[in-house]
């Protein structure tokens, strides 16, 4: 089945820098890659995701690059602010018929100081 | 609010009884996921339901765990004879079936278990 990997797990960052968190996929086949950003206490919230026929999406300060042939995509958070501190979780999802489940990465703790 | 709802958010169970979990999707959305997360791990996908049909199981979902959609609408997941491992947070996601090949999955806050 799908795995999907996640770096780095923690990332630490000044207030108005950029993050880049790094996701790999194994399995050629999945065409969709959700971002969620998860709070304490909370369930995860979708963010941006990105579909397998784009190669980068833009949403204000959140960026998100695919790279089909290296099985890879990332996030890009731009001027970072106190309140993106959270944990993100990348996702793929096979293109099975039937099959809808979200593989997830194991995570990273964004920690912006301000 | 018309979000994913799940009740209770929070159980405390001592091994070996039995609980049961209850998500209500977002309204007029067809599908229903079911997902467990541990401690510092991302979710792990348990089983989804198309309307009332469930349609796909994961090797995680033991004899032990159950899962309805009975009018296709709410859902509750019952697990039986609960151990330690099973302490998890448990989420509920809904989507709204769409002619594309995929479509967005929105979470609900989740249900965190810990049995003692």
Request: hydrophobic fraction near 30%; include cysteine.
């Amino acid at each position: 089945g799908e795995n999907v990997e996640q770096h780095p797990s923690t990332l630490s960052v000044q207030e108005g820098d950029s993050a880049v968190i790094k996701c790999t996929y194994s399995d050629s086949a999945s065409n969709y890659f959700p971002w969620y950003k998860q709070e304490l206490g909370k369930g995860p919230q979708l963010i941006i995701d990105i579909r397998s026929n784009v190669g980068e999406k833009k949403d204000q300060r959140i960026a998100v690059t695919l790279n089909k042939t290296a099985k890879h995509f990332s996030l890009h958070i731009t001027e970072t602010q106190p309140e993106d501190s959270a944990v993100y979780f990348c996702a793929a999802s096979i293109r099975d018929t039937g099959r809808r489940a979200l593989t997830f990465g194991s995570g990273t703790r964004l920690q912006v100081q301000p | 609010d018309t979000g994913v709802s799940q009740n209770p958010r929070h159980k405390i169970t001592k091994r070996g009884q039995n609980v049961t979990f209850r998500c209500d999707p977002i309204s007029e959305h067809n599908r229903l996921y079911w997902y467990r997360q541990t401690l510092g791990q991302g979710p792990e996908f348990l089983t989804y339901f198309q309307n009332e049909a469930q349609l796909e199981k994961s090797r995680l979902l033991s004899d032990r765990f159950s899962a309805e959609r009975p009018k296709g609408s709410f859902s509750t997941l019952e697990i039986q004879r609960t151990e330690q491992g099973d302490s998890a947070m448990y989420l509920c996601a809904s989507s709204l079936r769409t002619s594309g090949d995929q479509e967005t999955q929105y979470f609900g806050p989740g249900t965190r278990l810990l049995v003692l």
